[in-house]
């Protein structure tokens, strides 16, 4: 039976062609003024690339003009048509369209108020003479006909193997071989982009085999898709560590990635007068030098681990170690434990000692965002990430779009419901959580989960068990309280009270990811960039000023020809395709004037 759009539908619809219609005529025409008419008083356009050869959001009609005015003339753009129907929500008409540009293909996402543009964001897709190999342009495989040069696909590989880093220079070095590096290096070599991944673990997938034993995924897996190749349909929910680890070193070989594991970057530095990077490396014990055009810190959105140093601890005879190192609980039965921490390795990692038969006791400092698994899944997640998503036709590109069609500005308005609802819903669970002296919190400005973790990466713990443990006082909680001493076998409190203890977890965080840039490159480097992620909310831990964009995020730095690539496995997967055009379009010689590169506000 053939679908007949709802009146409502047709409204919408077409409302929206006739707004695409107007903004197409106007653009073309270059004529501002009359581009700005069709935005309303309150209006944000989001811009991955097509603009502004950058990752960024125009917030009201002066952000839009000076963008325009910057950039019109070079852009060309053309052809903005709707795609599928239109819809209704509320007040505001939705819709999906595309257009293009002098160079690329786009996508797009927007939402009319009263006719007029309230979000607008638009995406490039495609380089269009240089498209990725795949579908229409996928490469053949075989070589038919006879040939007394052949080579096979595999001494091809070989060959590849062989030169690319010695007598072949690459255009890109990605250091840092997890989610993110592999991610990327799958679209630079669809895009036949010569790129070398560092790593210095063993295999491909041990950065999540070396973490603790009980780790698995937080996030379901219809938002956890690498690129071009998802999870098959009977893959689990929440994915254990190790399979996790499993997939991402079958991904590498099947994406035929130049893969250097067992190599750890010595340093680097950026050779001004050649316009390349001095990439120094040890890989398997032998010194070699890396000349790439671009750089890639994949280092992770966690950065440095950040370990605290408190009076004492060196004379502890226990032992202490970072979350990052914390292999598992199998040889603490019976011990002392304490967890300075309240987040989600904190949690994960007191739950298995518990397990384990060991006493634990948790040291929360500060208050803590909590939200149950399932309440995450059903009341925020669900409705762009679920199997009813999928069979409502939104796959996972099509629900990352519309994701990141909501400006930061405004997400905190779209978040607050979801999270209203989950307070209601699981009242007495918090409420159990109170009573036992655990602090909660649900953000600065009660907006919840993921904007705790676009402004800070940190706060927060998806609840999948351990919580229960808090408030029933099988985990020991002390809240409130810092450590003012450690001693050889106790940690003095804040509060003159000591627990005793054999190992101390400090399940505290990490640093910014400009850190590594200082370790590897220089100081003055990480200095000249400033700090990595964080939208200058001026909430806790995201000082000021709005900067509209996580900072330094997939999109050109004020360090030349350096860039940063992080997040968990949705945002790796999503940006690494802006990343990647990015990269593709600077290696063919493309110009590519950067609008609104960022100011640097804070170092670290």
């Known amino acids: 039976m053939s679908h007949i759009p709802t009146q409502a539908q047709q409204t919408a619809t077409a409302s929206v062609q006739e707004w695409l219609r107007d903004f197409d005529a106007a653009l073309q025409a270059q004529d501002i003024e009359r581009v700005l008419s069709l935005f309303g008083d309150e209006c944000y356009w989001r811009d991955f690339l097509t603009f502004t050869w950058n990752l960024k959001t125009c917030e009201g009609k002066d952000d839009i003009q000076d963008m325009l005015n910057a950039t019109l003339t070079n852009i060309q753009p053309s052809n903005w048509q709707l795609e599928g129907e239109a819809t209704q929500n509320g007040d505001v008409y939705d819709a999906w369209f595309t257009f293009e540009t002098a160079v690329a293909s786009g996508k797009g996402y927007l939402r009319l108020k009263e006719g007029k543009c309230w979000t607008l964001l638009t995406t490039m897709q495609a380089l269009n003479d240089y498209p990725e190999q795949c579908n229409h342009h996928r490469p053949k ?68 085999r070396n973490r603790y034993k009980s780790l698995c995924l937080h996030d379901p897996v219809w938002y956890d898709h690498l690129p071009y190749i998802p999870f098959p349909d009977n893959w689990p929910v929440f994915t254990p560590k190790d399979k996790v680890g499993d997939w991402l070193e079958m991904y590498t070989k099947v994406m035929e990635l130049n893969y250097w594991s067992s190599t750890e970057c010595q340093n680097a530095s950026y050779d001004e007068a050649a316009g390349e990077w001095v990439v120094k490396v040890k890989r398997h014990g032998e010194e070699v030098t890396l000349r790439p055009k671009q750089l890639v810190m994949a280092t992770g959105m966690s950065g440095m681990p950040n370990v605290p140093t408190f009076p004492g601890a060196e004379n502890f005879e226990g032992e202490q170690q970072h979350s990052s190192q914390h292999s598992g609980p199998d040889a603490y039965k019976g011990k002392k434990c304490v967890i300075v921490g309240s987040n989600n390795s904190a949690h994960d990692i007191a739950a298995a000692l518990w397990e384990h038969d060991a006493d634990v006791t948790m040291l929360q400092r500060s208050s803590t965002h909590i939200v149950k698994s399932d309440s995450l899944m059903e009341e925020v997640l669900g409705p762009l990430y679920s199997e009813e998503a999928v069979a ?83 985990i020991k909680l002390r809240s409130g309280v810092g450590i003012e001493h450690i001693n050889p076998h106790s940690i003095t409190l804040t509060d003159g009270s000591e627990l005793d203890a054999d190992l101390i977890v400090y399940a505290t965080g990490y640093g910014s990811m400009n850190g590594w840039a200082a370790r590897l490159i220089s100081q003055e480097v990480a200095d000249k960039v400033g700090k990595c992620w964080g939208l200058g909310s001026d909430t806790t831990k995201d000082p000021g000023p709005w900067e509209g964009e996580l900072r330094n995020m997939w999109k050109p730095t004020q360090q030349e020809a350096l860039w940063f690539h992080g997040g968990n496995l949705h945002q790796s997967r999503h940006y690494s395709r802006y990343l990647a055009l990015q990269l593709k379009a600077r290696m063919e010689g493309l110009d590519t004037p950067v609008y609104g590169l960022q100011p640097v506000h804070h170092r670290a």
């Open 141 to 208: 495989g075989a070589e038919h006909g006879a040939n007394k040069q052949r080579e096979t696909w595999l001494e091809a590989r070989e060959r590849e193997e062989a030169e690319l880093g010695y007598t072949q220079q690459p255009y890109c070095v990605i250091i840092g071989g997890g989610q993110g590096g592999i991610g990327l290096g799958a679209r630079l070599r669809q895009l036949g982009v010569p790129t070398i991944i560092i790593e210095r673990n063993e295999r491909a997938g041990d950065s999540w």
């Open 392 to 474: 409502s036709g939104l796959t996972h590109e099509k629900a990352d779009l519309v994701f990141a069609s909501i400006p930061y500005k405004v997400l905190p308005d779209f978040q607050r419901p979801a999270f209203e609802a989950i307070k209601k819903r699981d009242a007495e669970f918090y409420q159990k959580l109170e009573d036992a002296g655990f602090m909660l919190d649900f953000g600065d400005d009660e907006s919840g989960l993921f904007l705790k973790y676009l402004r800070r990466g940190s706060g927060y713990y998806i609840d999948v068990g351990a919580c229960d443990l808090v408030a029933s006082g099988d």
